[in-house]
């Protein structure tokens, strides 16, 4: 699935051929995604430049004329730049073309999206109940202790919530737990305000790391200057169940939280 890291890459790989150049078609193979392509969509960006592209959470903005397009790739969805007369493989369900390159949208599953917002993003019911972005000064120790307290979800599933912080996905999750010593299991309210502090510190590192580095390991991510986004992380925990810990050598616990892969080590986290 797409993290936060494959989504900032995916923006910052396909800006420079896009930007401030004029659509000049778009063709729609496959307009059954997670939700319908909106119909207005051709009409309202045909002939229109990309005057700016923004990320928030895993949602792709595109400033275009009057409003913008919204794109989220879903479980399975990526955008590279091709040349137009590249012939589309089976899952390639949408174009923007920009003369002779096209922004080529594959989504083998179609839990992605195109939608247009005619009015300010920020107010988009998809987007208007965000938490804030982790990587901004909007997400810090204090604010997550505060968000936390009473909570009884685990610590896990709790920083896994949009609406508390966006973008930290299981991966990041797994991850940032192990680095501050921090036991998934545990419920929400039971963080301390110096456990907080080490959390998000952790969280920015994991993410920005892989922001760094391209994404993570994805196997539909293509880059977008074509190559695949097969990126290796120094993963500590996620992937390695019943593999010795990193610190005490002892073999890493995996069990399920929210129906997803969690694994932590019983002795070095508390
Ligand atoms: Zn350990």
Same mark, same amino acid.
């Given at each position: 699935?797409? #993290?936060?890291?494959?989504?900032?890459?995916?923006?910052?790989?396909?800006?420079?051929?896009?930007?401030?150049?004029?659509?000049?078609?778009?063709? %729609?193979?496959?307009?059954?995604?997670?939700?319908?392509?909106?119909?207005?969509?051709?009409?309202?960006?045909?002939?229109?430049?990309?005057?700016?592209?923004?990320?928030?959470?895993? /949602?792709?903005?595109?400033?275009?004329?009057?409003? @913008?397009?919204?794109?989220?790739?879903?479980?399975?969805?990526?955008?590279?730049?091709?040349?137009?007369?590249?012939?589309?493989?089976?899952?390639?369900?949408?174009?923007?073309?920009?003369?002779? %390159?096209?922004?080529?949208?594959?989504?083998?599953?179609?839990?992605? +999206?195109?939608?247009?917002?005619?009015?300010?993003?920020? #107010? @988009?019911?998809?987007?208007?109940?965000?938490?804030?972005?982790?990587?901004? #000064?909007?997400?810090? !120790?204090? /604010?997550?202790?505060?968000?936390?307290? *009473?909570?009884?979800?685990?610590?896990?599933?709790?920083?896994?919530?949009?609406?508390?912080?966006? *973008?930290?996905?299981?991966?990041?999750?797994? #991850?940032?737990?192990?680095?501050?010593?921090?036991?998934?299991?545990?419920? !929400?309210?039971?963080?301390?305000?110096?456990?907080?502090?080490?959390?998000?510190?952790? %969280?920015?590192?994991?993410?920005?790391?892989?922001?760094?580095?391209?994404?993570?390991?994805?196997?539909?991510?293509?880059?977008?200057?074509?190559?695949?986004?097969?990126?290796?992380?120094?993963?500590?925990?996620?992937?390695?169940?019943?593999?010795? +810990?990193?610190?005490?050598?002892?073999?890493?616990?995996?069990?399920?939280?929210?129906?997803?892969?969690?694994?932590? +080590?019983?002795? +070095?986290?508390?």
């Amino acid at each position: 699935m797409p #993290e936060l890291p494959e989504v900032e890459t995916t923006l910052r790989g396909v800006m420079p051929h896009i930007n401030n150049k004029k659509i000049s078609g778009i063709v %729609i193979r496959q307009s059954q995604l997670r939700w319908p392509v909106s119909p207005e969509l051709p009409a309202n960006i045909l002939n229109q430049k990309i005057r700016s592209g923004a990320r928030r959470g895993k /949602y792709l903005l595109f400033n275009i004329a009057q409003g @913008h397009l919204l794109i989220h790739l879903g479980m399975s969805g990526s955008l590279r730049v091709v040349n137009a007369t590249e012939p589309p493989l089976f899952h390639d369900h949408i174009d923007l073309q920009f003369g002779t %390159i096209s922004l080529r949208y594959s989504d083998p599953r179609r839990f992605g +999206c195109w939608l247009w917002i005619g009015g300010k993003p920020e #107010e @988009h019911k998809l987007l208007k109940a965000l938490g804030p972005e982790p990587l901004t #000064e909007n997400f810090y !120790a204090d /604010y997550l202790w505060q968000k936390s307290r *009473g909570r009884h979800k685990t610590l896990k599933e709790f920083i896994m919530d949009n609406h508390v912080v966006v *973008g930290v996905g299981n991966i990041y999750a797994n #991850e940032s737990l192990f680095m501050a010593g921090i036991k998934p299991i545990r419920k !929400a309210g039971t963080l301390t305000k110096k456990e907080a502090a080490l959390w998000v510190e952790k %969280i920015r590192f994991v993410l920005q790391r892989s922001i760094d580095q391209g994404g993570t390991t994805l196997r539909d991510f293509v880059g977008g200057d074509g190559k695949p986004g097969y990126f290796q992380q120094q993963l500590l925990v996620y992937g390695r169940g019943d593999q010795p +810990c990193v610190n005490c050598a002892k073999p890493l616990k995996e069990i399920r939280l929210g129906g997803r892969s969690t694994v932590y +080590c019983v002795h +070095c986290q508390t």
